[in-house]
C-alpha cells in the first residue's frame, strides 16, 4: 500500500527540476499524476512539450501521469486542466503549484516588464490553480456533504522570506505566495483542505541563472539511494507527507526543506510595543523613543 494509493495530484511546473521530483515522488507513493508545464525557458518564453517528458519517466517506473501544456497564469486553462484531472483519473485530492520563472536585476536595471511577468506566472499563477481547485472541492463537498481532504501545497523561496537583492519582482511574488497560503488555509478548512508552502533549494535551471551556482541536475539523474544535498527532490519527501490523509492536521504552513534541514518558518509576530496612553504620538519625541524601547540602542539612562 502507498500512502497517496488512489489519490489524484496536480503538479505544475512539472517538466523539469523540482517539479519533477515532486510528481515522480508522488507517483511513487501510488498518487495518479497531471504533469502541468507550459515548456518555456527560465525566463518564460516560449513553449513546449516538456511534460511528456517527466511523465515517461513516471510511466516508465509503473506510475501514472498525464500531460497537461497549460500556462499556469491563464485561467481558462487551468480550468481545463482541473477537468482533465478529473475527467482522466476521477477526481483531484492534491494541487501541487511549483511553477516559476526568474527574470533577476537590481530595480535600476529592471523593465516593468519582466516585474508583470514574473508576478505573474508566480502569484496569479498559484492563486488561479487554487480558485479552480477550491470551486471544484466546494461542489463536491456540496454533493457529498462529507470533508473533502483536499490539499493545496504552494511553493515559496527564502528569498521571499528575507529578501534578496536583485529580485524586487520574486521575492514580493513569493512572500505574497506565503500569505496566499495563510489566509486561503482559513477559507478552505471548513471543507477539510488543508494549504501549506513549502521553500525548496536545488540546482535547477533556476538556480543556474546565478553567478557560481552548481550545474542544473534533473531528479531522475540522480539514483533512488544516493544523497545529493541539491537534488531537486530534497523537498518531495516533505511534499508527498503533506498530500497525505496523515498531515490532515497540518495547515497555514510555511517549510523550507533544505538540503538535510526541514525547517518551520515562524512568520511575523508582534515585538517591542510602545503606548502612548490614548494620546497622539510626537513626531519630534519619537526618534528617542523608538531607539529606547522600540529598537534598543540607545540607553534607557539617558531618557529625557
Ligand atoms: N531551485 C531552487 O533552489 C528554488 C528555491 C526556492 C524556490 N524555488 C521554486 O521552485 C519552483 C520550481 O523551480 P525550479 O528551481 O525547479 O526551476 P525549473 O526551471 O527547473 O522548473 C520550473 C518549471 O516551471 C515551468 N513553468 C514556468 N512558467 C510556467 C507557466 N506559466 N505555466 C506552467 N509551467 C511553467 C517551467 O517550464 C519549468 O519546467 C519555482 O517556483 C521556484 O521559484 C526554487
Redesign the pocket.
Known amino acids: 500500500m502507498g500512502m497517496l494509493d488512489g489519490k489524484v495530484a496536480i503538479v505544475?511546473?512539472?517538466?523539469?527540476?523540482?517539479?519533477r521530483g515532486h510528481a515522480m515522488e508522488l507517483a511513487k507513493h501510488g498518487a495518479k499524476v497531471v504533469i502541468?508545464?507550459?515548456?518555456?525557458s527560465?525566463s518564460?518564453e516560449g513553449a513546449g512539450r516538456?511534460a511528456d517528458l517527466t511523465v515517461d519517466i513516471i510511466k516508465s517506473r509503473g506510475g501514472e501521469a498525464v500531460s497537461n501544456y497549460?500556462?499556469?497564469?491563464d485561467y481558462d486553462a487551468v480550468g481545463e486542466m482541473v477537468a482533465q484531472a478529473v475527467d482522466t483519473f476521477g477526481g483531484l485530492d492534491i494541487l501541487v503549484n511549483?511553477?516559476?520563472?526568474?527574470r533577476d536585476a537590481s530595480i535600476f536595471n529592471m523593465p516593468v516588464e519582466d516585474f508583470d511577468a514574473v508576478i505573474k506566472?508566480?502569484l496569479r499563477?498559484t492563486w488561479i490553480p487554487c480558485k479552480h481547485a477550491a470551486l471544484h472541492w466546494r461542489s463536491v463537498n456540496k454533493e457529498t456533504g462529507a470533508p473533502v481532504g483536499g490539499r493545496i501545497i504552494n511553493?515559496?523561496?527564502?528569498?521571499g522570506l528575507t529578501g534578496n537583492f536583485g529580485q524586487t519582482n520574486?521575492a514580493p511574488a513569493?512572500a505574497a505566495i506565503a500569505s496566499l497560503t495563510q489566509t486561503l488555509s482559513l477559507e478552505l478548512y471548513k471543507m477539510g483542505v488543508t494549504v501549506n508552502a513549502v521553500?525548496?533549494?536545488?540546482?535547477?535551471?533556476?538556480?543556474a541563472t546565478m553567478p557560481g551556482a552548481p550545474a542544473?541536475v534533473e531528479p531522475d539523474e540522480i539514483p533512488e539511494d544516493e544523497w545529493n544535498r541539491m537534488d531537486?527532490a530534497v523537498s518531495s519527501p516533505l511534499v508527498a507527507w503533506l498530500a497525505s490523509d496523515e498531515a490532515d492536521h497540518v495547515t497555514g504552513q510555511i517549510i523550507r526543506a533544505v538540503a538535510e534541514n526541514i525547517i518551520l518558518m515562524k512568520g511575523w509576530a508582534d515585538g517591542p510595543t510602545i503606548n502612548n496612553k490614548g494620546n497622539r504620538w510626537d513626531a519630534t519625541k519619537l526618534g528617542t523613543q523608538m531607539a529606547t524601547d522600540v529598537f534598543f540602542t540607545r540607553a534607557p539612562g539617558l531618557r529625557y
Open positions: 505544475t511546473g512539472a517538466g523539469h527540476g523540482i517539479g502541468n508545464d507550459v515548456g518555456g527560465v518564460g516538456d497549460a500556462d499556469v497564469s511549483n511553477a516559476g520563472i526568474v506566472v508566480h499563477g511553493t515559496i523561496s527564502g528569498a520574486y513569493k521553500g525548496p533549494a536545488a540546482a535547477t535551471r533556476i538556480t542544473v531537486p
